[in-house]
């Protein structure tokens, strides 16, 4: 259970110290040894007579997922399906179909086996079957025609040809109930296994919660792929999940909050319709016992997840109440509400947390030995996963608004105030049909992904969702956007409306896409190749390229070894012997200008080999020459005014648009 259990040591990641397992063994062994029998079953080569702890729970192959199957290396065998999984209908028309294509002759021989490895049936036993394609039919009973309990199972074919021994799987989930019909890979579940890695959760007689949880999340992960639903699992082995481990939740301080803000994050990013958080309890009390779902009621879509929570409790007394005895009866703890990271709403020091209706269940107490010892069976915790599926298929069937938004294309970059559009792929996901929604996009200043604030942003562009969306439906649109005015960096938010109802607030998330803007037009800097290139070109050469040392260049003292006009200027001040001016004589450098002479204006003043490859290119004022860079004091013997006492920081090369900032 969520920060029910007091903090433990840090241990190493991965899988137990030997230690725990000669612990766990010898305390089974005296405390259980009733139950086993169950467990001592085991196949694969595993050992018989081992406590949950010291299995390895990722030795299923975990490429076999629901959209297919995990075909061995090269053999006859080319192509494996299964069709109506899970089981459709009840009594004798309850089956799947298995379906494979030999690209050659083979022999071959088709078993059903369960989660544990554990062979249920055999369908067919070392029977040549020629080229082509077969279908192999399995109404879901074991060798002696029982039902086998709802829960994964494994079909392993083994096809023996020319070409050698090829060995394939394919999964099927056994099941009364199919998760949305009309598009099942349109929804998305999130299963957490709580604790893991660092954090054992409640740790009894050498069981560790975090190892239980995780058995049962991988089961039920097993059922919901199969029966064609996208699952996202925070963790798959004993390990964190804040790896490497850094500050999720922006707070400052590492610590045990970001590895749960982390599997927010992942059911966040995923925009999952649901997250099953898997757990099981432990108190102070050993007179405690029983089993509870919690939800959370402080978010807006509080009564979607009281609803979840719900299925999950009834699902789960219905499961378990089959392994009853004289020892034990299951305690119906019903629903409870907790403060927990995984169902709390958003807040102020809480900034992580899930967008979407969730559960956290509570399925039997470790620290009780009965209840123990029912977790220690493997047919019980696939009752528990069977009991998860069911409430998730059943809830997923009664939604009914949602949507499901993909291929989301957002420009990557526009000039701030600029058109645009966005693309999406919307697919319907409720069971009522979307009629008069309109589809909005909205901007708010770019955070860290995901943003699960309650911010609604600014609003840049919409589209009428027309006509209607049906279950199951997909349907292209194109939004037809404004950028915001200014240039940034933004969250594109999208959101479907319809008068005061937003999907959002009933816990439908739709993806978050960065989106930044540039000035529209920036000003263009002055280059060297402008006016100050073309006028010393017509200066006489001897100008430029006789006095290395001129005044600064608002003087005409620029040019004291030329006579180029034999006429004096217009301001005899500002001959290079004059006394230097205790202010810069900023007329002289005006006039000139303005009354034409016979010699070239007194614009060329500014040195080539200066002014030219310095000021233009640096300054973008449009008027270079009224505040100017002083040069360096001269060396001669005639002294140079001083333009200004105090210098003008040099400008920016260029002016330059609004910094990129990248999410």
């Not at 070392?126 to 494994?154: E, I, S």
């Not at 982390?262 to 099953?276: G, H, M, P, S, W």
């Not at 950028?483 to 998330?509: C, E, H, I, N």
Request: hydrophobic share 35%; charged share 20%.
């Amino acid at each position: 259970m969520v920060d029910a259990h007091p903090p433990v040591p840090p241990r190493a990641a991965g899988r137990r110290p030997v230690r725990h397992v000669v612990v766990a063994c010898v305390a089974i062994l005296l405390a259980v040894t009733p139950f086993l029998g169950t467990w001592a079953g085991a196949s694969d080569g595993t050992t018989t007579g081992r406590t949950l702890a010291a299995i390895d729970l990722t030795r299923t192959d975990r490429t076999a997922m629901a959209a297919g199957a995990a075909i061995g290396s090269v053999g006859p065998v080319t192509a494996l399906r299964v069709l109506g999984s899970p089981f459709r209908g009840s009594g004798s028309r309850a089956k799947v179909r298995l379906r494979l294509t030999l690209a050659t002759a083979a022999r071959l021989t088709i078993k059903v086996i369960d989660f544990d490895g554990t062979p249920r049936r055999t369908l067919l036993a070392d029977a040549q079957r020629a080229a082509g394609t077969w279908t192999f039919p399995w109404d879901g009973r074991d060798r002696r025609k029982r039902p086998v309990p709802d829960g994964p199972y494994r079909l392993r074919i083994v096809a023996v040809g020319s070409a050698g021994r090829q060995t394939s799987e394919v999964w099927v989930t056994k099941a009364a109930r199919r998760p949305f019909p009309a598009a099942p890979g349109a929804i998305v579940v999130a299963i957490n296994p709580g604790h893991g890695g660092r954090d054992p959760g409640a740790r009894v007689a050498g069981v560790e919660e975090a190892d239980v949880n995780l058995d049962i999340a991988l089961r039920l992960e097993r059922m919901l792929s199969a029966a064609g639903v996208t699952v996202v699992m925070t963790r798959t082995t004993d390990t964190d999940v804040n790896i490497p481990r850094i500050d999720r939740d922006l707070d400052g301080d590492i610590d045990h909050q970001d590895e749960l803000s982390i599997r927010n994050d992942i059911a966040n990013l995923a925009t999952a319709d649901l997250v099953l958080n898997v757990h099981n309890n432990a108190s102070s009390c050993r007179c405690n016992g029983g089993t509870q779902a919690f939800y959370g009621s402080r978010t807006p879509w509080a009564s979607l997840s009281k609803r979840l929570a719900t299925l999950v409790q009834r699902a789960h007394v219905r499961r378990l109440k089959p392994f009853q005895d004289r020892s034990w009866k299951l305690r119906d703890r019903g629903l409870g509400t907790g403060d927990y990271m995984s169902l709390r709403p958003y807040r102020a020091g809480s900034p992580r947390v899930a967008m979407m209706p969730a559960v956290l269940g509570e399925s039997l107490y470790l620290d009780r030995a009965v209840e123990r010892a029912r977790l220690l069976d493997p047919a019980v915790r696939t009752a528990i996963a069977a009991a998860y599926y069911d409430a998730a298929s059943d809830w997923s069937n009664a939604r009914r608004f949602a949507v499901r938004a993909s291929d989301v294309v957002v420009p990557e970059e526009l000039p701030a105030g600029a058109t645009g559009t966005i693309d999406v792929t919307l697919q319907g996901t409720g069971t009522d049909a979307l009629v008069g929604w309109t589809l909005e996009a909205r901007v708010v200043p770019w955070r860290p992904l995901p943003d699960t604030s309650r911010a609604l942003g600014t609003p840049i562009g919409s589209v009428p969702l027309t006509p209607r969306l049906v279950p199951g439906d997909r349907r292209t649109l194109g939004i037809p956007i404004t950028a915001p005015a200014t240039a940034g960096a933004w969250l594109v938010r999208l959101d479907l409306v319809r008068g005061a109802t937003r999907l959002r607030d009933k816990g439908v998330v739709l993806p978050q896409v960065p989106m930044r803007t540039v000035p529209l037009d920036p000003p263009p800097s002055p280059g060297p190749s402008t006016e100050p290139s073309i006028e010393p070109s017509m200066e006489p050469s001897t100008a430029p390229s006789t006095d290395p040392s001129p005044g600064p260049s608002l003087e005409p003292s620029i040019e004291p070894s030329a006579e180029p006009s034999p006429e004096p200027p217009l301001e005899p001040s500002i001959e290079p012997s004059a006394e230097p001016s205790p202010e810069p004589p900023l007329e002289p450098s005006i006039e000139p200008s303005a009354e034409p002479s016979p010699e070239p204006p007194l614009e060329p003043s500014i040195e080539p080999s200066e002014a030219p490859s310095i000021e233009p290119s640096l300054d973008p004022s449009p008027e270079p020459l009224v505040e100017p860079v002083p040069p360096a004091p001269p060396s001669g013997p005639a002294p140079t005014p001083t333009p200004t006492p105090e210098p003008t920081p040099i400008p920016t090369a260029e002016p330059s648009p609004e910094p990129s900032v990248q999410p």
